[in-house]
Structures are given as C-alpha cells and as structure tokens.
C-alpha cells in the first residue's frame, strides 16, 4: 500500500507508504490502522535535501501524528497534512532508521516535478584528456528542451587541456511523452527548419495545423509536418553524437532517435527500440476523473518510416498471434544508407543488454537484496552516519563500494534460507543450484546490485547514476565508438556498391547489424 506525493501540486517531495507497528501480523494492523508512516522515496531537490531518507519514519507532520481507522485512512490523512499552498511550510518530526534520536524540519512545499534530464554529466574518453559529455533523458514534457540546455551549458572543462570529443544522449528505459518535446529535443541536433517527424491520420491533421506546421499530402494521405524550432541555442554540428537506446525506448524516444539516424546525424547504439508509431488522443469523461485514450494517427520519420511494430488492425480477429506490421527499404536523407520501417528503430552499432540470470532476478523481486541491505545499515549506525553526511554534499561521490566481497557469502545464505522458507517453492533442489550457481559466476555484478541497494539510501539519484553509467556495457561502447573518428565515419558515410544490398550498410562494413531476432520483438 503506497501513496505517491508527487506531480504538479503543492507537495514536499516524498513517496509514503503505511509500516505495520506489528510484524507478526501485518493484515490486521493495517486493517486497524496500527501502521508508521514511513518514507519510500525522498526526491532530489525536494524533501531530500531537508535531510530525510528512505525508510525514515514520519512521527508528526504539522504538529499532528497521521492517524486513522485503517492504514489507508492513516495515508490520507499523511498526504492531506503534506499537501498545501506552494510556497508554504510545513513542520516535520522524523527518525532515521539508524538513529535513536529525533529529528524535526521545515519542508517547503512546491509544485513538485520530476526532471525529465536525469543527468548531465563529463565522463572521461579513452583518449584522454578528452571528455564525452553525457545526458540521461527519462521522459519527455515541455521542459525536457531548456532541462537538456542547462544541463549541457553548464559543463566545464579546460579547453586549453582538454577537447570535446562528443555528446551521447542516453534514451534507454525512456517511454516517451510529448511529441512537441520530442520535435523540440531533436532540433537541437539538427538543421535549421528540417522536417523531425510527421503525422497523419483521424482528425489529427485538423487538431495538428493550428501550432503552425503545414499539412501535406503524402501518398494519398493529409500529413502534418514538424520541424526543427531551434533559436539561438543549437547543439547541430558542434560535436559527433550518439543515441543510446533499448526495447523500452519508446514513442517520443523514437522519434528522436528516428530523426537523428534519417538524417546521419548521429550513430544509434544499443538494442532495437520498442516500435511505438501510434498518436493518441486523450479526452476527458464527466465521472471520477477517468479519460477515454483513442488511436488518432500515426507518426513518421523524415524518411518516411512509420516505426510501429504491431499491427493492431490485423488483430482484432480473435487469435493470440501478434501480427506484426510489415518490414519497408527506406534510405536516411544525406548519405542514403539504407534502413527499414516497422518494428522500431534499429541501431547502427548492436549492443545487447546485461540481463540478470533467474536467480539474480528473484534475489531482487524477492526482497532479500533489499532486506539484507536494511540489516547492514541498522547494524552499522555509524557507517550510516558517515553515508549520511557525504550524501548530504552536493557533488558526493557515490562511485566507491560500500559493501565487501565478504558481505556476498551471507547475502548468499539468506537467498538460500529463504528458498528453504518457501511453501510455495516446487523446486527448491534446483532454485538452490540456481543461487549457488549465480554467486560463483557473477559474483561482482551482485554485489554492485546490493551495494546500489545500501548506497540509494544516502545519496542522491543522480549521484547513483552518474557512479553507474561509466560502467555499462552500451556507455562503454559509445565511448570507444567516439573516440575511433574513422569508424565513427565509417558508420555514417554513403554505402559502398558491395555495402548497398546489405540490410544496412554497418553490417556490411562488419560493424554490427542492428538486426533484431525475431522472437525479442
């Protein structure tokens, strides 16, 4: 049971949730109401930076204790008192887990957001003293643009050592959101007045003209285009960039990474994007803030793509077979390479995802990794207080491991105990050789995962991002791509005759087809 305080209201900035006071039956305590409120997640920028943390626990907020017949009435009436006028205070008494004493603030309530532009950063290139400058994008709303901007604008290096050796736009795990963000992202990589995406379908083009772009006909069909809308500010040309980009890169993601493959102005790297091609419309419906979402349109690329993946039409038989929209040759704008629609974006350069064996999943979901992680910090106050006070900085540096190699052997142990546990467990025999198996083989990326799983409770997200993308598989190979100028080239260049009847022309180049299999799609 938890409530999410956030969104655009006067809020603090925190994720609630109901503890049971009695463990041994939680049901009935919730029932009864005989619950804390504790913090799930405290956000950067808002309650954090007053101080509070995951798994505090909220014993006054206004001066008042929550309180209620049933858990959720306890929610309710935590929410209520948290929530307010922007710009008004409200006073807070909380415990950290690791402390026996008291703590109390003032948390100044705000229309609470959560920044789209996770991250900016410089990472290090393999060519030192070069750098890589480096944006995680998480979703996309009006400010994702200016967010990108600022972010970007206020890296510092010296130029007289050090030289920009190019920028990557990660959009991996990014769903999308608006499409006039996406067109205002977009622009930033791309010629003056150049056509990022268009769109066609019932009534859209109607809706759409009014924003001032122009609808065109197109194979029979009324389309409207969006262009690049970059004034002043434009990244076009200052540096070599690379789009990353995975499965759950979707829809307002794709379009960027669309336009920015059509037009060769950036190598996509990474795994094959979702293949969401659809426009929606929202209309609102008079009871209990419900809305009807309905297909409207679909969108394309500058080449002419529509990235859909599935054809929704074909299924409305009754069959479980996905069908799967029809696979179109298109070629990108200026070096004519050759690239296909239908089924998302696929990459210039392949990068498969780390994924987690089975049991390292169900150490996660199971809640061992976390619990383990609860225990280490409670039974270490004074590590906590030191985690504390350099999460409290505002540049901590959360890169180094808290946790050792010898906490992995009772990490290990509690995963075993708890398979032993389970009643509902078929197969412990084999669940067992599953966990021993995932410790000897991967036993420093577990311990990276739990060691997260300490550290999230001390130091901001962006903290943890940044600590993390250095050494993913993807941003790796995005930086040795950047700092091989020829193969970067290579990739981006007009096709050779021999390369022309490849499926792209990176594959016949032997840098890695972008080709999905089947059975992910």
């Known amino acids: 049971m938890i409530e999410s305080v956030e969104g655009r209201y006067g809020g603090v900035g925190l994720v609630i949730s109901g503890k049971p006071r009695d463990s041994k039956d939680p049901v009935k305590a919730m029932k009864s109401g005989e619950v804390d409120v504790a913090v799930v997640d405290a956000y950067e920028d808002y309650a954090w930076e007053a101080g509070l943390r995951p798994r505090d626990t909220l014993l006054s907020i206004g001066g008042s204790t929550p309180s209620g017949s049933s858990g959720d009435a306890v929610l309710d009436a935590a929410r209520s008192s948290l929530r307010g006028k922007p710009g008004t205070d409200v006073s807070v008494e909380y415990k950290h887990p690791w402390e026996t004493t008291t703590r109390s603030t003032d948390l100044k309530r705000f229309a609470v957001r959560r920044r789209d532009v996770e991250l900016v950063t410089l990472l290090p290139s393999p060519t030192a003293p070069k750098v890589v400058a480096y944006a995680r994008v998480g979703g996309f709303s009006r400010e994702t643009a200016p967010e990108l901007v600022e972010g970007l604008a206020s890296l510092r290096y010296d130029s007289q050592k050090s030289k920009l050796e190019g920028v990557i736009i990660d959009l991996r795990g990014n769903p999308g959101g608006l499409l006039d963000a996406a067109v205002d992202v977009a622009s930033l990589f791309l010629p003056p007045d150049a056509v990022i995406a268009s769109a066609g379908g019932r009534g859209f083009v109607r809706d759409a003209t009014p924003s001032g772009e122009t609808p065109k006909e197109k194979d029979g069909v009324e389309r409207v285009e969006f262009r690049s809308r970059a004034r002043g500010v434009t990244l076009f040309g200052v540096a070599p960039v690379v789009v ?9 993601s794709e379009i960027v990474a669309g336009a920015l493959q059509d037009y060769d102005a950036g190598v996509v790297v990474g795994s094959r994007t979702f293949g969401k091609g659809l426009i929606q419309d929202v209309s609102p419906l008079p009871f209990d803030g419900a809305a009807l979402k309905v297909t409207v349109g679909r969108y394309y690329t500058p080449s002419g793509r529509c990235l859909q993946e599935l054809d929704y039409e074909k299924e409305r038989a009754l069959s479980s077979k996905k069908e ?53 910090v409670d039974k270490r106050p004074d590590v906590a207080k030191t985690l504390y006070a350099r999460g409290l900085e505002p540049d901590a540096d959360a890169s180094s491991l808290v946790l050792q190699r010898s906490d992995l052997d009772s990490l290990k142990q509690r995963a075993l105990k708890a398979i032993a546990d389970d009643p509902d467990s078929k197969d412990g025999r084999e669940a067992k050789r599953e966990v021993e198996d995932a410790f000897r083989r991967h036993p420093d990326r577990i311990l990276k995962v739990t060691d997260a799983l300490v550290k999230e409770r001390f130091f901001r997200s962006s903290a943890l991002l940044k600590a993390q993308v250095s050494d993913e598989k993807a941003v790796v190979a995005s930086m040795k791509l950047l700092s091989d100028k020829a193969r970067f080239d290579a990739i981006l260049a007009p096709p050779t005759k021999s390369a022309a009847s490849a499926p792209n022309a990176v594959a016949a180049a032997g840098l890695g087809n972008a080709a999905r299999d089947a059975s992910s799609s």
């Open 244 to 252: 990353l980009v995975d499965g759950q890169s979707a829809s307002a």
């Open 324 to 376: 799967v929209s029809p696979k179109e040759s298109f070629y990108t704008v200026n070096s004519k390479r050759p690239i296909e629609s239908g089924g998302g974006v696929a990459p210039d350069v392949l990068v498969e995802p780390d994924t987690l064996t089975k049991a390292e999943t169900a150490l996660l979901r199971s809640g061992v990794a976390n619990k383990f992680a609860d225990d280490w």
